[in-house]
């Protein structure tokens, strides 16, 4: 398993994707200008098929991330609205 992260990013990111700032996930992938991260969706998870600037990500604890995945899960947010994989 991957790192476990936090996105941050521009305003214009959130408005491309269906996350939210300091969403938890799972890095799948990366390079030196790219990373592919297993996002988690409101049940389950959600791999977009884009791939995410590494300085939009925050490694963090597996303690934060799991604060931030019942923090997500519990909130209004309507999820990805599409088909985990």
């Known amino acids: ?12 990111l ?3 994707v269906p996350l939210r700032p300091e969403h938890p996930g799972v890095v799948l992938s990366s390079g ?12 389950g998870w959600w791999v977009d098929e884009g791939v995410f600037d590494p300085r939009w990500l925050e490694i963090v604890s597996q303690e934060r991330y799991d604060e931030q995945v019942e923090k997500l899960r519990a909130s ?3 999820g ?3 088909s985990s994989r």
């Open 1 to 12: 398993m991957g790192s476990f992260v936090l996105l941050h990013g521009p305003a214009s």
């Open 76 to 78: 209004s947010w309507k």
């Open 14 to 16: 959130f408005e491309a």
């Open 32 to 43: 030196e200008k790219h990373v592919d991260v297993r996002w988690v969706d409101k049940q």
């Open 80 to 82: 990805t609205q599409r």
